[in-house]
């Protein structure tokens, strides 16, 4: 079994004095645990966090990545974080969220070019592949093979093998996202054998990829995700907003990976 992530997507939440109120928790829950050698553990704040972040969990094993990346390198682009900025900082990128896909209208083209920016920038994407995401107030599509294996394709077309190994995927049905912040795992949790077949056919694109899920994962139900070889990690959102949590599903995975060793 190879080393698992946690990746943990703040979204649009957090000021600065609770960033340092979860930095200050986290390091308290973590203390007497060493999780580097089977996991590999990522946060992902807002933009202004991000350099602040670094440096406040730089004692720990606890890595910084983005929420977004910019489809263009540099020049008059309003507002935009390019990857050559951001490698400076971090490490990992989200790349292609359903939320992106619904609220900003990102399409596949625009997920394309933000993952060859993250790669030439030496960043690792972590690549939302999804249920197609219709407007607000309206269902998501169900699941339909088809329209994964095109989302994966139009990711990797033109890619070296190299650069494809470091792409990890992530996959999320949208009816497993929590909807509010302080809702923990409100979404639906998607049936671990449902997600295992899932994985395994976004493994039969990109075998040598990682691939985790996101959506409603939380301390109690995390191992049910990670204790297989097929599922590589998980991305949860909400549950990684509230320090004790986060650390909670971090003990989990450290000891029940162990257990698995």
């Known amino acids: 079994m190879g080393k698992k992530i946690i990746v943990g997507n703040w979204k649009l939440n957090k000021n600065l004095e609770e960033v340092a109120d979860w930095v200050d928790g986290i390091k308290i829950k973590l203390k007497k645990v060493d999780f580097d050698k089977n996991l590999d553990v990522v946060i992902c704040p807002a933009y202004p966090y991000l350099l602040g972040m670094v440096d406040l969990l730089s004692d720990t094993n606890i890595k910084v990545g983005s929420q977004d990346i910019s489809q263009f390198e540099e020049g008059t682009y309003t507002g935009e974080v390019s990857g050559k900025m951001l490698s400076e900082i971090v490490s990992y990128v989200l790349i292609g969220h359903s939320e992106r896909r619904k609220y900003?209208?990102?399409?596949?083209?625009?997920?394309?070019?933000?993952?060859?920016?993250?790669?030439?920038?030496?960043?690792?994407?972590?690549?939302?592949?999804?249920?197609?995401?219709?407007?607000?107030?309206?269902?998501?599509?169900?699941?339909?093979?088809?329209?994964?294996?095109?989302?994966?394709?139009?990711?990797?077309?033109?890619?070296?093998?190299?650069?494809?190994?470091?792409?990890?995927?992530?996959?999320?049905?949208?009816?497993?996202?929590?909807?509010?912040?302080?809702?923990?795992?409100?979404?639906?949790?998607?049936?671990?054998?449902?997600?295992?077949?899932?994985?395994?056919?976004?493994?039969?694109?990109?075998?040598?990829s990682k691939v985790i899920y996101g959506g409603s994962v939380k301390a109690e139900n995390i191992m049910s995700y990670l204790s297989n070889n097929i599922i590589d990690g998980v991305l949860p959102?909400?549950?990684?907003?509230?320090?004790?949590?986060?650390?909670?599903?971090?003990?989990?995975?450290t000891e029940g990976l162990s257990g698995l060793h």
């Open 104 to 208: 900003f209208k990102e399409d596949l083209s625009i997920i394309k070019r933000k993952v060859e920016k993250a790669l030439v920038n030496h960043l690792i994407p972590i690549v939302c592949i999804s249920d197609k995401v219709w407007g607000d107030g309206l269902p998501a599509a169900k699941y339909n093979e088809k329209f994964f294996l095109h989302q994966i394709k139009n990711v990797i077309k033109g890619l070296k093998p190299a650069e494809v190994k470091k792409i990890i995927f992530a996959y999320e049905p949208p009816s497993a996202i929590a909807k509010q912040k302080h809702e923990i795992g409100v979404g639906h949790a998607a049936d671990v054998n449902k997600v295992i077949k899932v994985v395994e056919l976004i493994k039969s694109i990109v075998p040598e």
């Open 237 to 253: 959102g909400s549950a990684s907003l509230h320090a004790q949590d986060f650390g909670d599903m971090i003990i989990n995975a």
